[in-house]
């Protein structure tokens, strides 16, 4: 809606991060049924949102994230659920995007001379942040599809670190508010926007409760529990230490070089 979006971009906020997990018709199907939102809207809002913001003296950076469903050797063995697989895949939705963004506003050759250089070689299974203009980065993570485990037998994760709700936090299409945008299926309810201010939701007892247990490095959510565990014993311990060491070593090197993280 563009008085929505003009509004956002007059919020001039540091970082918006925008979900897009799927990236095509195709993959927006795994969402289920949403009332009132097609894919082709759910797509043109963002190229709208983002083009604007690029031609507007905000100060804010967009982040648009995409899940890397590539199975890892510590990916947990969900349901199956493809959305994006392999370097190919990848490279070519982070192109396409790039394009739909960027089409126009700076000339052909000079896009498809970006392309090549920030996608021709491509990582699976970790995080990778791609600058392709100073308002816009775009980010691909592993996916961590997490309450749909198919195996019986499971290891909740009982210590542990997240950022959810300090470091991020996800608002859905419905304006309920999560602790990170993994819980793209509301199933840690923190509020809702259309409510209460964010101000009253980041400070209500479910948020403070979930913040001060990551904060002991205890993971009492039985849905945390689930994303930090896996199906071995040994796969969830390192899981778990891995989740600090990510945390607490890795992040705050990724948000100092690449300023939005």
Known sequence: IPKHIQKLIAANVPKVTISLQTPDEETFTIRGEIKNLRADEYFQGIINFTRENMRSNSKTIVQVKFMDSTPTFFSVPYKTLRVIKGRDELRHHLSDWTRKFLQGIIPDIDLEELLKKKFGKL?????????????????????????????DEFYPAKVGYCDGAVGQLGILQDGKVTPC????????????????????????????????????????????????????????????????GYYKLLKPVFRKKQRVD
């Open 123 to 151: 990582l699976l299974g970790v995080p990778q942040f791609f600058n392709i203009h100073p308002k816009i980065v775009l980010h691909s993570f592993p996916l961590e599809n997490w309450g749909n485990l198919d195996e």
């Open 181 to 244: 945008c993994t819980d793209y299926e509301g199933l840690i309810p923190l509020g809702n926007v259309n409510d209460n201010s964010l101000r009253e939701i980041l400070e209500n007892d479910a948020t403070r409760t979930l913040r001060e247990g990551f904060d002991k490095m205890r993971v009492n959510n039985p849905f945390c529990q689930r994303c930090l565990g896996a199906n071995t014993r040994g796969k969830s311990i390192i899981r778990q230490v891995g989740a600090i």
